[in-house]
């Protein structure tokens, strides 16, 4: 019988020969991906841009769903083998709007990567009351990959890369108020348990899909600089993270620590396209390989045993499906 990763079973390196200085196009060379279908979130900016850059010089076919289309068309020109359709992770009905349109298509889906996200923002909420970090970074993930799962099972081989964070160790999920309606809101605290849902899901999607030949991943991309997602954190809150003075300027220890873009979505690219991962899933991926599980939060790196617990991720699973109102049944 195949082994899960419940409980982390399955987090140990498997030596890829690459690390933290590896790039997007270190880690796809003599991958061919023509012929194969890919919808990438968010990416028309950042690391989800480099994403689709990479994927399309492999030869792979590129969805790229963006709620701003306008400033997606002027990023993404002249990559070859681009569509860009119209989708708001904030909005359920687009999210489903735009699924249905890929499925009325009658392609299968390869690839699947859920890369937007949002970071450290202020409390909002979308329009069911939810708080957004966990809309946006998490719900919006679970609805999309839901909705598109007929493309998924139809492609009889397909991924889907969740982009994650080192966050995840700023909290577990709380079932209790997982929408700060009981508690003080707490931007950090908010993003991590956006991030720990996304490791839970893909730990639980991968073990209930892998018999159709799809797999999950959830992966940290690393800091990295040159990307838009820390736009709205406030300054005090670099300082008490350590990774700025007093005026608000980022260390230079912490900015020699950045990885560039292509550095940083070099995992989300392995983890797509690995042929070391054809028989493993439900993993959470670093610097290009499978992390190491570390339970001590006072340590960067690695994944906390939370993130990756059976009853958490079934009990996750229950709760989504009931905060989207949408049945995910694997079949």
Sequence with gaps: MEQNNYQGALQKSIHSGFNAASTTMEVIKGIDLTGKTAIVTGGN????????????????????????????????????????????????????IFA???????????????????????????????????????????QLTAKLWPALKKAEGARVVNVSSGGHQFSNFNFEDPNFLLREYETLQAYGQSKTAVNLFSLELDNRAKSYDVRSYSLCPGAVGGTELGREAPVDLFQKL???????????????????????????????TSPLLNTIGGVYCENADIAELRSDTSVIGGVKPYSLDQENAERL???????????????
């Excluded at 690839?111 to 719900?139: F, H, K």
């Excluded at 700025?244 to 979505?265: C, H, M, R, W, Y």
């Excluded at 699973?317 to 079949?331: A, D, M, P, V, Y």
């Design 45 to 96: 900016t950042g690391l989800g841009l480099e994403t689709v850059k990479t994927l399309s010089a492999a030869g792979a076919s590129i969805i790229v769903p963006a709620r701003n289309v306008e400033k997606a068309e002027r990023n993404l020109q002249g990559i070859f083998n681009v569509t860009i359709e119209e989708m708001d992770l904030m909005n359920p009905d687009s999210i489903s």
């Design 242 to 272: 350590g990774f700025s003075d007093a005026e608000g300027n980022i260390l230079p220890e912490v900015a020699a620590s950045l990885k560039t873009v292509e550095q940083g979505a070099a995992t989300t690219v392995w983890a797509a």
């Design 100 to 142: 249905q349109k890929y499925i009325d298509s009658g392609r299968p889906l390869h690839l699947l990567i859920n890369n937007a996200g949002i970071m450290w923002v202020p409390l909002r909420r979308d329009r069911r009351g939810y708080e957004s970090q966990l809309a946006t970074n998490y719900l919006a993930l679970f």
């Design 317 to 331: 699973w229950k709760l989504s499906e009931n905060l989207t109102g949408i049945k995910f049944n694997i079949r």
